[in-house]
């Protein structure tokens, strides 16, 4: 095989003629009327004899995906994007001037073409060409043509590539955005407004975890980049707009992951009147019908499990999982210490400050959420893990909040939200405590945030929803990699590191 620096070589040269022979090689003046999937479902019933009588012309344009030169006729397949089509090309029909010069042509320059429509001898529908023009030379070789681009970095590193050479990759990403258009539509449906808050934010909240730190030189002041919406979300709420949503990025300062990125998409969801059960009937809803709009079921195969998303799903608390999934006994979810030592017994390494609900929250992270297979609903999460979260009227120990798991992973975050101003207030100090003892995932003070809630929150309940994750299960990806198109890596080996001062720059 060709060195592919010598590919590159050759290309440049090509191209270097084309300026030579006075020939822009980037026009941006061809305008194509029609797509290869439109002529293959007008045309692709009619026989070869009925297709004689079609005078029309077309337009099209595309790259060039594959080429056969026979002398003083060839064929090549483009490339737009709704699929492929054949075009043929005659030399007395183009003229032997241009002839010459696509005879040059490489797979993966773009050509715009104008003929007729018409079958070839073995039945495979083509336009013939009258005219051709090269619309885009270039210059770098795609993957060899019967093992494509296999390497898995490098397809996540060079997409673009990935995306021209494995069909399937723009299928997956086809039905990511479906599946976007889907959440969107039940939620509309039930008269959500959609809304954008800051990604920049002066005091980051809404979630546990470390963010991401920027500096706004105008303002002279540190910016975090948004760990979550959900505290802007429901200042709306306070507002009047009492069903909100967003579908946008967040940014957590984590490790990268087949499951974690740093920046991932997430929908947020906030309605007045209503509690946490209601949002587990919508989030059925939600999923279920995506799995119905994106693989035509609500059963779904995911690495090697069948998954069954049909309502209604699975529902218990974080003691009854802790029980059924452990050999743990009802002692120890009532009982500090018992807990403590217990948790030491499985290998964790519980900390002398932790409470009893904390104790209970890694047990139940370490025993059961990686068995949770099918659509679980977990319940009754411990007050102390639970900063955002209204208190079960009932037990004040627990709040009224799920979170959802699927194939062993967390899916979905949702609680009645806290709307007193005064315990919120004194769930932040204790979360200031914990990042003055060193959690650097902890919940900031946000004064202004309480201010808020001293005007008055309906009661109100939120969820949020990991897009990507769930883009997975429903496209069978392995990695959340798979389902973003330019995922996070380390830098390339060799690649120079960029230093401090030239970042000033």
């Not at 822009?24 to 479902?41: G, H, I, M, Q």
């Not at 969107?184 to 980051?204: A, F, G, K, W």
């Not at 087949?258 to 809803?285: K, S, V």
Request: glycine share 6%; aromatic share 8%; proline share 5%.
């Amino acid at each position: 095989m060709e060195d592919t620096n010598e590919l590159i070589a050759q290309r440049r040269q090509k191209l270097e003629s084309l300026k030579d022979e006075g020939i822009n090689p980037y026009p941006n003046d061809f305008r194509p009327d029609t797509l290869s999937a439109e002529l293959v479902s007008r045309f692709t019933e009619l026989d070869k004899e009925a297709l004689t009588s079609v005078t029309e012309s077309f337009s099209l344009a595309g790259r060039i995906m594959s080429k056969r030169v026979m002398g003083k006729a060839s064929f090549v397949h483009i490339m737009d994007r709704k699929g492929r089509l054949q075009v043929f090309v005659k030399r007395d029909l183009i003229g032997e001037e241009a002839y010459s010069r696509f005879k040059k042509y490489d797979i993966g320059d773009f050509i715009g073409i104008t003929g007729r429509i018409f079958k070839t001898n073995v039945g495979e529908l083509s336009i013939e060409a009258a005219e051709l023009r090269l619309l885009v030379k270039s210059l770098r070789p795609l993957p060899e043509k019967w093992h494509g681009l296999t390497d898995q970095e490098t397809r996540y590193r060079q997409r673009y590539v990935d995306l021209i050479v494995n069909p399937g990759v723009k299928e997956l990403f086809k039905k990511r955005s479906r599946f976007i258009n889907v959440v969107r539509d039940c939620l509309i449906e039930r008269d959500y407004l959609e809304v954008e808050t800051p990604m920049m934010q002066p005091i980051p909240g809404g979630a546990t975890a470390k963010p991401f730190v920027t500096h706004h030189n105008a303002l002279g002041m540190d910016l975090y980049l948004r760990i979550a919406p959900e505290l802007y979300l429901k200042r709306l709420v306070v507002g009047g707009i009492e069903r909100v949503f967003e579908i946008n990025r967040n940014f957590r300062n984590e490790g990268i992951s087949q499951q974690h990125n740093p920046e991932f998409t997430m929908l947020e969801f906030y309605q007045a009147y209503a509690t946490y059960d209601d949002l587990m009937d919508i989030i059925e809803d939600m999923v279920s019908r995506a799995a119905m709009e994106i693989n035509g079921s609500c059963k779904v195969e995911y690495q090697g499990e069948t998954i069954d998303l049909s309502p209604k799903w699975t529902r218990m608390t974080v003691k009854e999982a802790i029980l059924k999934h452990s050999d743990a006994s009802e002692s120890v979810l009532s009982d500090r210490k018992k807990a403590f030592d217990y948790a030491k017994k499985i290998g964790l390494e519980p900390e002398e400050r932790w409470g009893l609900g904390k104790i209970l929250t890694e047990i139940f992270d370490e025993v059961a959420e990686h068995k949770l297979i099918q659509p679980t609903f977990i319940t009754q999460y411990p007050t102390e893990v639970s900063p955002l979260s209204r208190k079960n009227d009932d037990n004040p120990d627990i709040v009224d909040r799920f979170e959802l798991f699927i194939t062993g992973r967390e899916m979905a975050n949702a609680f009645s939200e806290l709307n007193d101003p005064i315990d919120q207030k004194e769930r932040f100090n204790l979360q200031v405590a914990e990042k003055d003892a060193g959690d650097e995932e902890a919940h900031f003070m946000d004064e202004d945030y309480i201010r808020a809630l001293e005007y008055g929150m309906p009661p109100t309940a939120g969820a949020g929803l990991g897009i990507d994750r769930l883009v997975m299960l429903l496209t069978n990806s392995a990695s959340i990699r798979d389902v973003l198109f330019f995922p996070h890596m380390r830098p390339e080996e060799g690649r120079k590191t960029i230093t401090d001062e030239e970042k000033k720059h």
